[in-house]
């Protein structure tokens, strides 16, 4: 039996259950490819997996994003062979040395992109991407608001729809975080107690076209007032907690607005729509347009500090676990 060490969870809780374990190294079955990981994505919804606010089964190993070397390519599989870079945001248990992964859900890293890069573009890269082209689509000359700007998603995300020509808002906590909103194309850095008076002053009392908001809880009822009329809120995370229910009638008295709610495993439907959302990240880092931060990285061992250091607003950009 080959064994490796990865990340267990035993029961939901926090960050402090992260354990690293010797286990049983998985294998390709048909259609799949086992990766030899050299970086881990970091995710939110890696925490949420772990607290138990969206249910999975126990023990756990999370992770769905990672980079690495592939070692064994299973039956059936076309188009790569042992040694391949690759990355994906749809493994399962990349919190490991070693993962599997679906072919048709890895992608081939082009030359010159090293491992942390590429293990920090494909989730918030192509939620950054889906979020700007087709949650909304804000065109050349609209204004947005961009929460936690300085975050993995919204350093992204504000570099794209400042490429579109769209004026970008942010919000950030810290001057730290504001400073790097800034230079990643923000016009205007609000604080969270006061953004959407101050967006809407900004915009000569009109409010803004779209809300791209992943905070949830804390910020969502001022998420609509920021909006003008027709203005779009895209509800996708929830940082500090989940939306409770609201009235519909809201929506109305703000100026017949709407509200979205995407995923992105519904932007990557096809093996077309998943290889059109890699190429226009992949083309904009090497043409320059787009720089991926990596704001912290941490040995796999220490998964549960990485943990707690997203959730207490500790981090910027992209958090990496190495193995
Ligand atoms: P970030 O790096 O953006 O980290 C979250 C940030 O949210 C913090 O740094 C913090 O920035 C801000 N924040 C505000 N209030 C709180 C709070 N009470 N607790 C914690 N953080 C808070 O994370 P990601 O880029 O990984 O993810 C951003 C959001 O996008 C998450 O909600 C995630 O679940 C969601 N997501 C959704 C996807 C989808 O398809 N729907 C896919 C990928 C991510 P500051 O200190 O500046 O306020």
Redesign the pocket.
Known sequence: MTTMRAISVPHAGGPELLEFIEVESPTAGPGELLVQTRAVGV???DT?HRSGAYQVDYPFTPGAEASGVVLEVGPGVEGYAPGDVVTTAEGSRTYAQRFVVPAEAAVHVPGGIPHDVAAAIP??GL?AQ?LATSAAQPQQGDTVIV????????LILTQLLVARGVRVFT????EE?RELSLAAGATEVFG?DDFAERAREATNGEGVAVVYD???A??FDDSLTALRVRGELVL??????PVPPFDLQRLNAGGSLSVTR????H?LRTPEERAWRYAEIFDAIAAGRLDFRIGARFPLAEAGYAHEQ????A???K?ILEP
């Open positions: 995710n939110f919804i949420y989730l918030q939620t889906y929460h936690a700007g300085a975050g993995g998603v919204g919000t950030t906590s810290t975080k969270y992943g905070v949830g804390r910020t996708f995370g929830a940082a500090s907690g995407p995923s992105l495993g932007f997203l959730e207490s607003r981090t910027t950009g958090v």
